[in-house]
C-alpha cells in the first residue's frame, strides 16, 4: 500500500519496503484453543462499561479464554513468536436501539503486540496482560486434561502484575456449544483521538468484523465458576459477582478479510 509520502505498508512504522510494519493487510487466519465460560450480572452495573449510544447491557456475557496461532500467508508458522498468542475476551450482550440485540467487547487483553493493533483496528479495546489456561492434548495421561467427563480446566488474567480474574471448569462429557462472541454477532467500538485536538473526544464508530471460513472441532460442555478481583486500573469489577452459567472448551478457527460499519 502506497501513500502520498511515498512509503510502503499497512501500519507502522512506515518504510520504504513495508516489511517492518508490525500488521499486515488481511487476510488475517486464526486457530485456537478456547475455554468459554457464560455468565449473568446485574445489567445495570454494565452502564459505565459501554457507550450508552451503542445500547444497553442485559445481564449477559460471557469471557473467553484463548491459545491462538495466526497467520496472513503462512510464514508466521515457520516463525512461531511471530503467530502465537493468548488472551481474556470479555463480551457483553447488549439490547440496541432498534430492539436487536448483539455483543459487544469492553475489555480484551493479549500478550501479543501485533495481536493489540490487529484488535485496535477493528474496535475491540485491547491491552497487554497475561492469560494462561489449560491445554488439552490428545493423549491419555494425567498431564493432557483428555476431553472427557470429570477433567478439570483452569484459566486467569493478570494484567500489571494483578490478577484480574480466575476461572475453573469441569469437563461434562456432554456436548456443549457456542457461546459468547462465537454465538451471536460482536461489534467493536473504534476510535481515536487527533493530538491537534486534544480537548476534543474521538468520534466513535461501530463496526463489525468480516469474517468467513468458521470452523470448529465440537465443543465439549462444561460447568465453571469465575472470580473477578478488584484492579487499580481496570473496570472490570465494576459488573459485581458474575454468577458462571454454560460453559464450553474446544478448537475454533476463522479468517478476517475486513470490517464493515455496524
Known amino acids: 500500500m502506497s501513500s502520498s509520502l511515498g512509503s510502503l505498508g499497512f501500519t507502522p512504522p512506515y518504510t520504504v519496503s513495508g516489511r517492518s510494519a508490525l500488521v499486515a493487510a488481511p487476510p488475517w487466519h486464526y486457530a485456537g484453543w478456547l475455554l468459554n465460560i457464560a455468565f449473568g450480572f446485574d445489567a445495570a452495573r454494565g452502564a459505565d462499561l ?21 497467520t496472513t500467508d503462512g510464514s508466521e508458522l515457520l516463525d512461531p513468536v511471530q503467530a502465537q498468542y493468548r488472551e481474556t475476551i470479555v463480551v457483553l450482550e447488549i439490547e440496541r436501539p432498534d430492539g436487536s440485540r448483539c455483543g459487544v467487547c469492553p475489555a480484551i487483553w ?12 477493528q474496535g475491540w479495546p485491547k491491552k497487554m496482560g497475561s492469560t494462561w489456561l489449560t491445554r488439552s492434548l490428545p493423549l491419555d495421561h494425567p498431564a493432557a486434561a483428555p476431553l472427557r467427563a470429570g477433567t478439570r480446566l483452569g484459566a486467569s488474567l493478570a494484567v500489571k502484575d494483578r490478577r484480574v480474574i480466575e476461572a475453573e471448569a469441569r469437563l461434562t462429557g456432554e456436548a456443549g456449544r457456542s457461546l459468547g462472541f462465537l454465538a451471536m454477532p460482536t461489534l467493536g467500538v473504534a476510535g481515536f483521538p487527533d493530538l491537534r485536538e486534544p480537548t476534543r473526544a474521538p468520534a466513535l464508530r461501530l463496526l463489525r468484523a468480516e469474517a468467513v471460513q468458521p470452523t470448529a472441532s465440537g465443543w465439549h460442555a462444561a460447568s465453571a465458576s469465575l472470580r473477578v478481583f478488584a484492579h487499580p486500573r481496570e473496570e472490570l469489577s465494576l459488573l459485581g459477582d458474575l454468577q458462571a452459567g454454560d460453559a464450553s472448551a474446544g478448537w475454533f478457527g476463522l479468517t478476517v478479510v475486513g470490517a464493515c460499519d455496524a
Open 110 to 121: 493479549v500478550d501479543q503486540d501485533v495481536s493489540m493493533l490487529r484488535g485496535l483496528l
Open 50 to 70: 459501554v457507550p450508552p449510544s451503542i445500547g444497553s447491557t442485559t445481564g449477559q456475557g460471557c469471557v473467553h479464554f484463548a491459545d491462538w496461532q495466526a
